[in-house]
Every structure is written in structure tokens, then in C-alpha cells.
């Protein structure tokens, strides 16, 4: 029982024995590994091209080696939010099936092998969805291409096997810190966390931009590619530096909040919400840090997007035709919009992930008395007191990043638009959180208690 082998085929039998109530999170994760094959499918196939090729597709963006490149940048980022999404799908699965890991636990097996055995039913979900999407996308290929090259097919195939092992190395990592014991609890264990993780990685991450913004200056272009060669560390640098901020600003953000709440609230469903956030402020700092990275990139985007614009349609000497350029601006916004929507997801999931794992804790405040409708409010607010001021700043950064090039292109007005985004963001995130509300009635079941 400890070769992967017989860990693989026990994977496959919990998950074709699943029952309806557990399906929904092997759909959610098939589908989230669809989207990563999807779009790691498309950056391999413009990888795949040599020099200046014709494609017909987005104005000709895809044609030529550096638009293309841009392109497949965007889309390997994008793969980043659903590596976590599909994370999130493991955690919440381990915790609805504790019972079936509670029983491996008692037949002898070992912890490490209960979360690989939960990492592998990931794998399978996920080999699932990779499949279904390479076979729609190899006939949308053939459709495009009629005869794709050889290395097309090899990357092809790569990216259709990497895929559900990347889904199971996501799944074991984020079931690094979880524990069934055979008595039938699942729990995670180990120190709480300070934040000085994502605080200390941005403060290198920092260092490393400067170090890499000092060292054209002292480096001669005599070089075959002089200076610019730094500038794919730098920026790499930089998203690096601002993903650990946004994590530890979440946290610090959830823990100030959680602190100031705690003192003055004045009713029920503060307190539980403030009193949750004081408690653990790091349990949401992963998705709410993807939050503020849509926001910032969204509203400095609207900026950037205004005036460009205003400077296209001015009459000036393009190299290109406008609609080259707008149409890289609306596959900049398409690929914003779609980050957006999975971290929207990934936050619905977080949300349905924190309900289980407080289940009996929540079905004891309601045999104590506590209103469904108290309860109810407070997981609303467990989303939306920390992330208020936390999308404030996101807001004002996004802002200064849009003005900033506003003012550099001249661009004579405001883009007072890009106040919407923050708002937009914050409004999608309620109703995001609130679709966990469903199984929050569920979880404060009486029921619950006998496994307490």
C-alpha cells in the first residue's frame, strides 16, 4: 500500500465512487484544468512558430516574433491564478471526504501517503480535463492549420501530460499542512502565521529590481544584446515583488482589521467576523492578493487604455493600422477580465473551503442559539471588512499608475473611469462570497455535532 501504483489505483476508486454531493468539486477542478490546458495549449502552438509567421487571427499581432511573444507571456501568467484555483479545489475535497481519509488512516495508512492519495484524485480530475480540452483544441487547430509542424505536436503532447501532473503537485502542496487523524478529524497543524514569509520576499524581491535596475548602468552595450538584457529579470522581479506585497498587505490588512473590530463591535455578527480574522488574518490572504493584483492591474489598465487611445486617434503617423493597436488593448482587457473571473471562483471556493473546515464550530454557536441570519452576516463580512481598505489602496495605486502615463503620453484628461473598477471588484466579491451561503445552511446542521 505505500507504491504509487496501488496509491493511483485507490485514488481512482474514491473518485469514480464519489457521491453526487462531491462531484461538483470534480467538476470544478476539471474544469478549472480545461482553462490551463487551454491557455498553455495556445502559448505553446505561437512558441512553437519561427520568426515572422502569418496568422491570420488579431490583426497580425500573433505574425510577428515580438507581439508574440507578449502574447504568450499574458498567457503563461494567466495559468498562475488557476494552478491556485486548482489548490483550493484539493483542500476543500480532503475536507469533505475526512471520514473515507479517517478509514485509510485506520487500515494503517500513513499521513504523507492520506495527502498524496488526495493529491492523485486532483491528478485525476485534472487528467480529465486536460484531455477533454486538448481534443477540442487539436480540432481547432486543424481547422487553423493544416499542416501544424512537428515541434507543434510534441509541445502538444507536453502540455497535455504536464498539465494533471502540475494538478497534483498543486493539490499535494496545498495539502502540505493537513493532517487526518484515524479518529476522524482533519485538521491543519503547525505554527500560525506571522506574514513574515511574503514580508521578507518583498523586501528581496525589492532588492532584487534595484540590484538589476543598477547594474545597466555600470554594463557597457558593447555586447551582443547590451543592457536590455536585464529587462525580463527586472520585470519578473517586479511581479514577484508586488504578488509577496499583496500578500502580506491582505494579511496585515485582515489582522489590523480583525484587531480594531474586536473591541468596538456593537453587534453579533462583527464580533464572530472580527474575532475570525484575529484569529487566523493569513487564511485569506492567498486569493484576496490575487484580488488586488486584478485591481491594480484593472484600474491602471483603464488609464493606460484612455489615453492611448486619445493619442491614436489623434493624426499621427502610425506604422500600423488602428485597429493593430486597439486590438491588442481589447485582448489586454479580455485576459484581465478572465483573470478576474477566476479569482472571483478561487474566492467562492476559499469561502466554501473556510465553512468546512469550521463546520462543527459553526454548528455548535447554532445549537447554542446564534440566528442563521447572524451567521450569515458574518461571513459576508469576513470578506468585505478587510478587503475594503485593501481595494482602497489597490484603487489608488491603479490610479497613480494610469495618471502617471497619462501625464507622460500628454493625454489632457482624467480617467476618472478607472474609480469604477475598484467598486466593481469590491461588488463582484460579496456576491462571489455569497454563493458559499447555500452551504453554510448545510454545515450548521445539528448532525454535525455526532462527529464532533
Not at 468539486?25 to 505561437?46: E, Q, S
Not at 538584457?229 to 490588512?253: D, E, H, I, K, N
Not at 473551503?353 to 441570519?373: I, Y
Request: glycine share 10%; with cysteine; charged share 15%.
Amino acid at each position: 500500500m505505500t507504491s504509487l501504483g496501488s496509491d493511483l489505483r485507490l485514488a481512482w476508486r474514491l473518485t469514480s465512487g464519489s457521491d453526487r454531493r462531491e462531484w461538483w468539486r470534480i467538476a470544478l477542478t476539471a474544469a478549472g484544468a480545461a482553462l490551463a490546458t487551454g491557455l498553455a495549449l495556445a502559448a505553446a502552438t505561437l512558441a512553437s512558430l519561427r520568426g515572422n509567421y502569418s496568422v491570420s487571427l488579431a490583426e497580425g499581432l500573433l505574425s510577428e516574433p515580438g507581439t508574440r511573444s507578449g502574447v504568450i507571456l499574458a498567457l503563461l501568467l494567466l495559468l498562475i491564478p488557476v494552478l491556485g484555483f486548482l489548490g483550493q479545489c484539493a483542500r476543500i475535497g480532503a475536507l469533505h471526504r475526512d471520514r473515507r481519509l479517517a478509514g485509510l488512516r485506520l487500515a494503517g495508512a500513513a499521513p504523507g501517503q492520506v495527502r498524496r492519495i488526495a493529491a492523485l484524485e486532483t491528478g485525476l480530475a485534472c487528467l480529465l480535463g486536460s484531455a477533454v480540452a486538448t481534443a477540442v483544441s487539436v480540432l481547432v487547430l486543424l481547422r487553423l492549420w493544416e499542416r501544424p509542424a512537428a515541434l507543434t505536436w510534441v509541445a502538444l503532447a507536453l502540455v497535455a501530460v504536464a498539465v494533471p501532473v502540475l494538478g497534483a503537485a498543486a493539490g499535494g502542496l496545498a495539502l502540505r499542512r493537513v493532517v487526518a487523524s484515524p479518529l476522524g478529524w482533519v485538521r491543519r497543524v503547525g505554527p500560525a502565521r506571522s506574514g513574515r514569509g511574503p514580508g521578507w520576499l518583498f523586501l528581496l524581491s525589492l532588492l532584487l529590481v534595484a540590484a538589476l535596475a543598477l547594474l545597466p548602468a555600470t554594463t557597457t552595450s558593447a555586447g551582443p544584446r547590451g543592457p536590455s538584457q536585464w529587462r525580463t529579470p527586472m520585470m519578473f522581479g517586479a511581479l514577484l515583488a508586488v504578488g509577496a506585497g499583496s500578500v502580506w498587505l491582505s494579511g496585515a490588512t485582515c489582522r489590523l482589521v480583525g484587531r480594531a473590530l474586536a473591541v468596538r463591535a456593537r453587534s453579533a455578527a462583527t464580533l464572530i467576523a472580527a474575532e475570525r480574522l484575529r484569529d487566523d488574518p493569513w487564511a485569506a490572504a492567498r486569493t484576496h492578493a490575487a484580488v488586488l493584483l486584478v485591481t491594480v492591474v484593472g484600474t491602471a489598465f483603464v488609464g493606460v487604455r484612455q489615453a492611448l487611445l486619445e493619442y491614436l486617434h489623434e493624426d499621427r503617423q502610425l506604422g500600423e493600422r488602428i485597429t493593430y493597436y486597439t486590438t491588442g488593448l481589447d485582448l489586454t482587457a479580455a485576459a484581465i477580465a478572465v483573470g478576474l473571473v477566476i479569482t472571483l471562483v478561487a474566492l467562492a471556493v476559499g469561502t466554501a473551503e473556510s465553512l468546512s473546515t469550521r463546520r462543527k464550530g459553526l454548528a455548535a454557536q447554532a445549537a447554542a442559539g446564534v440566528p442563521r441570519a447572524v451567521l450569515h452576516r458574518a461571513l459576508l463580512l469576513e470578506t468585505a471588512l478587510p478587503l475594503a481598505p485593501a481595494l482602497l489602496l489597490a484603487g489608488v495605486g491603479g490610479m497613480a499608475v494610469g495618471t502617471g502615463y497619462a501625464a507622460l503620453t500628454g493625454s489632457g484628461s482624467w480617467p476618472w473611469a478607472a474609480l469604477l473598477v475598484p467598486l466593481a471588484v469590491y461588488a463582484t466579491c460579496l456576491l462571489a462570497a455569497a454563493t458559499a451561503l447555500p452551504l453554510l445552511r448545510r454545515t450548521i446542521r445539528p448532525a454535525e455535532l455526532r462527529y464532533a
